[in-house]
């Protein structure tokens, strides 16, 4: 998302799909926006370069969600293939167990109605038990064709159940692609804002972070004299928070330091929505996976309506969010090369919020 505090120098690769990236390169080429790396533009303002920066990691935090939505839409349908699937070879073994009786019966009748009937009649001792061998007669070709419907059943069932089993996985190899176009479009956008940092000189990363500073500076809202500070933490009011919230608020502050990572749901690094998943799933609420979904999972609230577990939504694309803790505060994933932190909360363009149930 927006950058608002100086990016590190290094922007590391998602962890479990470095091997899959082999067009990285050849697609962060393609990236124009951008002057040659070591060839920084002498026009370039530190506002400029931060606008870029800024823009830069928004348009990777909108592929970021296109990822996580079509990764969270992949598993579910690789689920229910695996569930149609495992219905079709229930329904085939049945149809093997009707054919086999299918064939006794046929076999049975051959041997039992091979003979004319008027013929068997002569030469039955006696004429009640040819009448008591034609019932069962009718019987068995009563059954066979009872099992024969069954079976006649069982193959329509069976021949959906696969044509849903390949429609599934169709539609899966086309959620496949979208994810693998979302790593391009993420992997070029965070090269384009690595070449972008190397292109600066000392005297313009300074400026960038300056401009970074006045801009947080402007929106941070005046803190108490007791408010705690650190390294990963801006001074902020401590505010009171009760139940599921309160739960929801802990996790968040627990994650602190920890690094951006896009497509992660934790326990060692997160991207915007799955910390916001994550901590909300730690107070016992089961929340969608991106930002699209998540603001619809709640009731909405006005910005002067908010309160610490609060949801905060950014961008008018609604591609990033933060939870709420209180103070004017928001605790958020920011973007690859930077640690889960406080920022103010109108540090961004807010878009909305929601309170989770």
């Known amino acids: ?149 069954q079976y006649a059943a069982q193959q329509r069932s069976c021949r959906q159940q696969q044509a849903a089993v390949a429609a599934r996985l169709s539609t899966l190899q086309a959620q496949q692609r979208r994810i693998s176009a979302a790593r391009t479009t993420i992997t070029s956008r965070l090269a384009a804002a690595q070449r972008l940092l190397d292109s600066l000189d000392a005297a313009q990363r300074a400026a960038v972070q300056q401009a970074e500073s006045r801009a947080t500076a402007a929106k941070t809202p005046r803190p108490s004299a007791a408010a705690p500070a650190g390294p990963t933490s801006a001074p902020h009011t401590e505010v009171p928070v009760s139940g599921r919230a309160a739960a929801a608020v802990a996790f968040a502050r627990a994650q602190l330091g920890k690094p951006y990572v896009w497509g992660a749901t934790g326990p060692g690094s997160f991207d915007c929505s799955g910390l916001t998943q994550a901590a909300w799933r730690a107070a016992g609420v089961s929340l969608p996976r991106t930002t699209y979904q998540q603001i619809n999972a709640g009731k909405r609230v006005s910005t002067g309506q908010l309160r610490p577990g609060d949801l905060v939504f950014y961008y008018s694309g609604i591609t990033h969010v933060a939870i709420y803790v209180g103070g004017g505060r928001i605790i958020h994933a920011p973007h690859p090369g930077a640690a889960v932190e406080y920022a103010p909360v109108g540090e961004m363009p807010i878009s909305g919020a929601v309170r989770p149930a």
């Open 1 to 149: 998302m927006a950058s608002h505090r100086k990016p590190r120098a290094a922007l590391p690769a998602p962890a479990g799909i470095r091997t899959a990236l082999t067009l990285v390169t050849a697609a962060a080429a393609s990236v124009t926006v951008l002057a040659p790396p070591g060839h920084a533009d002498p026009r370039l303002t530190a506002d400029q370069a931060k606008a870029r920066l800024d823009t830069l990691y928004q348009q990777a935090e909108a592929a970021t969600q296109e990822y996580d939505g079509a990764v969270a839409r992949a598993a579910e349908l690789q689920r229910q293939a695996a569930q149609l699937q495992q219905q079709a070879a229930r329904t085939e073994a049945a149809m093997n167990g009707l054919r086999t009786r299918l064939g006794s019966m046929a076999a049975a009748q051959y041997r039992d109605g091979g003979m004319d009937p008027t013929l068997r009649l002569l030469t039955t001792a006696h004429p009640d038990d040819y009448l008591q061998l034609a019932g069962s007669l009718s019987q068995v070709s009563s059954a066979q064709q009872r099992v024969l419907d």
